[in-house]
């Protein structure tokens, strides 16, 4: 899963490249067992601008602050042990792989009173039930950037783009196939992880018929595909739209009444952390409703934490690529990784439907 | 003079860092590469080698087959354009002064000192339907529009109702332009560094002795040529029959090469055993290519020996 800033070069693909050039492997200075202090492993720019500062004030607890630009990559680097981190931020489907791996401790929720703050739908995580491993801290979705002033009405359904000729030679849809074979389900009213065999085939004849009327399956641009009047309807990450939208007035982001894909990201402690106790201190003083208002008004993105959304301003609240109408919402869905067997007859169904 | 073969010191001394790179970053991968094509997944992050055929098996799929085909049709049409665009501009260069020659050539250069990337999103921008192409050809057709209306026959209608824009991004065409793009420098070179060191006056003797100038090119310019065509042509089908980015940006994932569906089993679809397996199948059809071409080249020095 991937995400961008708000900003107008996207600092994700930058530091994609820059992860490419050297890939460090650097550990936290003084890691291990020294008390008083905490090691945080996070996305770039996705904390406030004051927070650790006020969490050390406020603790004492001396902040060790690293950054990662991917999933791949924190993934990576914890993969072949935890060089020393107390807190990670990974996204839901990495949660998941890391629960079948087994690198994560379950977290004592007690030590979190400030738990109570989260919004209770996201209390029941498909992909960790009950929340033992992880708490939320930022969701978004993937729905439909469309350009204003070229359709007569947003579009409201995931049938407009993937199973009508309505906007024939006007729609960009993802090249991510699990995603677009995913919308397809929803476009048939079917959830998102429903991977059985007959529903493959299905989404795979619905997106091969469609296949047509699309101008392209875009590699990660289709906001930029929308922003040069390409196309007028893109499937793509609210990140991305919303950075399109600061860009052009005209641009427009909607999530289909079927609901779409959400995303999670995650506060979890990774096996072997040598500050626990430490941890879950940072992890109640991030769920706090003040500091969570300030984190969600310097990243922008969606904030679970309900007390914090309440202190947000109509800008934030009333932003409708960062919080979809509550009813698309509700009908979303958080993706489940479905196993090799399945990711291989999807990676099948796409090849035929690009060899067509 | 001593025979370097025969000093193996010196042999080593002088070839040794680049064997040991060959091995270390070529030899190495690519075995490693050939062990898990006979592999298979047994977690999401190991894979075992059990000398299965399945990977091999699945190449036999027909969207692969059509892949393959579609990759190799590209990639020979984009050659066939290369030589036919590269070989009068190689010319043009050979027969240039020595004054205009370094210009020429650093005009062929020039496009290496920008990112494949940047140009091919440079690309975007020209030949998109809204893009510089488009806006260009719909400002024609309005001058022209109006003319035709200024000399009265503005009613006939002679260029359509309105102007519709090219489609190039998302087809074959585009594909075909954008390796045509990549690749033409690769093309010019060694058609130009053949065409340089031939003798002139071969031509000359050609034509006084009577031969027409489609003659002395025929029997001529273009033998003598042919092993700077042969090495243009291989320089740019091997790399085009592995183009991924092109077909993702300018055919807009509509025109899928075979290289995007190995780009994809190393990452989204983590199936590194198939796209080992495919990897593979590529590389020994560039085998079996530069293996027709030594047999050519070989069945030619016997015709000249005789």
Not at chain 2, 261 to 266: H, L, M
Request: proline share 5%.
């Amino acid at each position: 899963m991937h995400r961008s800033t708000r900003l107008p070069i996207s600092r994700r693909k930058f530091l994609a490249g820059a992860a490419a050039v050297g890939i460090t492997f650097k550990l936290p200075k003084e890691a291990f067992g020294a008390d008083g202090k905490v090691n945080f492993y996070n996305w770039y720019t996705y904390i406030g601008e004051n927070t650790i500062e006020e969490f050390e004030q406020a603790s004492g607890i001396e902040v060790q602050y690293d950054l990662f630009a991917d999933n791949d990559e924190l993934f990576a680097k914890l993969r072949g042990g935890n060089p020393g981190y107390d807190l990670i931020v990974p996204t839901n489907d990495y949660v998941e792989r890391m629960i079948i791996a087994d690198m994560l401790l379950p977290l004592d929720h007690s030590k979190i009173p400030n738990k109570k703050n989260i919004d209770p739908t996201f209390m029941d995580a498909a992909f960790d039930p009950a929340r033992k491993f992880s708490l939320p801290y930022m969701w978004g979705t993937i729905g439909v950037g469309y350009r204003i002033s070229a359709l007569d009405e947003a579009p409201s359904s995931w049938n407009d783009l993937m199973n009508s000729d309505k906007y024939a030679g006007r729609i960009a849809l993802m090249s991510e196939p699990t995603t677009v074979m995913q919308m397809a389900l929803k476009a048939m009213g079917k959830s998102l992880n429903d991977f059985t065999d007959e529903n493959i085939a299905a989404a795979e004849k619905m997106i091969l018929d469609q296949k047509p009327n699309i101008v392209a399956f875009a590699p990660d641009n289709g906001q930029d595909l929308l922003l040069a009047g390409e196309v007028d309807l893109a499937m793509e990450w609210n990140g991305d739209i919303l950075q399109a939208m600061d860009e052009d007035d005209d641009i427009g982001f909607v999530l289909p009444d079927e609901g779409g894909l959400l995303w999670e990201d995650t506060l979890c402690i990774p096996k072997g952390a040598p500050n626990v106790e430490n941890a879950h201190a940072l992890i109640n003083y991030l769920l706090d409703a003040q500091v969570g208002a300030d984190i969600a008004d310097f990243v922008y993105y969606a904030t679970p934490n309900a007390a914090a959304r309440a202190l947000m301003s109509e800008d934030y609240t009333g932003n409708p690529a960062i919080f979809p109408s509550a009813e698309a919402t509700a009908k979303s869905e958080v993706s489940i990784y479905p196993g090799q067997e399945v990711t291989r007859k999807i990676d099948e169904a796409w090849t035929r439907i690009k060899a067509s | 003079m001593q025979d370097i073969r025969n000093r193996l010191g010196v042999f080593f001394a002088f070839s040794g860092p680049t064997l040991l790179w060959l091995i270390l970053f070529f030899v190495v991968p690519l075995g490693i590469i050939w062990l898990y094509s006979f592999g298979e997944n047994v977690s999401l992050t190991r894979i075992e080698t059990t000398w299965t055929l399945d990977n091999y098996r699945r190449m036999l799929e027909p969207e692969i087959i059509e892949l393959m085909r579609r990759s190799l049709w590209l990639a020979f049409v984009s050659t066939l354009v290369c030589l036919l665009v590269g070989f009068p501009m190689a010319l043009v260069i050979a027969t240039a002064s020595h004054g205009a020659k370094p210009w020429l050539l650093l005009l062929i250069m020039l496009p290496f000192w920008t990112n494949l990337l940047i140009r091919t999103y440079a690309l975007l921008n020209i030949l998109g339907t809204r893009g510089r192409l488009n806006d260009l050809l719909g400002w024609l057709y309005e001058r022209a529009d109006q003319l035709l209306h200024l000399i009265g026959l503005g009613r006939l209608g002679l260029l359509g109702d309105q102007f519709t824009p090219l489609k190039l991004l998302g087809t074959q065409t585009g594909v075909i332009y954008g390796i045509v793009y990549v690749s033409l420098p690769f093309a010019i070179l060694p058609i130009y560094s053949s065409l340089e060191r031939m003798d002139k006056s071969l031509l000359e003797a050609s034509m006084d002795l009577g031969a027409s100038q489609w003659q002395t090119a025929r029997h001529v310019l273009i033998p003598l040529a042919l092993p700077g065509i042969m090495t243009a042509a291989i320089i740019t089908f091997i790399p085009a029959l592995g183009q991924f980015l092109t077909p993702d940006l300018l055919g807009r994932g509509q025109v899928d090469m075979i290289a995007n569906v190995i780009e994809r089993q190393f990452k989204r679809a983590n199936d590194w055993p198939f796209g080992s397996a495919i990897s593979l199948t590529l590389l020994y059809v560039t085998f079996i290519l530069l293996a027709l071409r030594s047999f050519n080249d070989a069945a030619r020095s016997r015709r000249v020996a005789r």
